[in-house]
Nanobody, 123 residues
């Protein structure tokens, strides 16, 4: 089993920045594809960004392209989301996701999920 733990959420003013982290523990002998999703109150969980096992390939939701950057850490199965120029509409619980075989924009591609970290952007 794999456990994912997110950190780095908080309250920030519009236009500010935050950096989210995700670390995997448990069955981490393999390297996983990883991604970020978010869920605002009353809305469905939506895709934010994903990254390949090597870190060479990334994909972003149009709503965050140019403002957010996903990257992998030096430690195996760690991942970051640098969020700049934050907007009120970025307010959500942000979830880390991982999978052995797939990555992309669909929630269905990922087997493992973290508990989420709250990001609140004040306008």
């Amino acid at each position: 089993q794999v456990q994912l733990v997110e950190s780095g959420g908080g309250l920030v003013q519009a236009g500010g920045s935050l950096r989210l982290s995700c670390a995997a523990s448990g069955r981490t002998s393999s390297t996983y594809y990883m991604g970020w999703f978010r869920q605002a109150p009353g809305k469905e969980r939506e895709f934010v960004a994903a990254i390949s096992k090597s870190g060479s390939f990334t994909v972003y939701a149009d709503s965050v392209k140019g403002r957010f950057t996903i990257s992998r850490g030096n430690a195996k199965n760690t991942m970051y989301l640098q969020m700049n120029s934050l907007k009120h509409e970025d307010t959500a619980v942000y979830y880390c996701a991982a999978d052995d075989n797939n990555y992309g924009a669909s929630r269905l591609l990922y087997d493992y999920w973290g508990q989420g970290t709250q990001v609140t952007v004040s306008s």
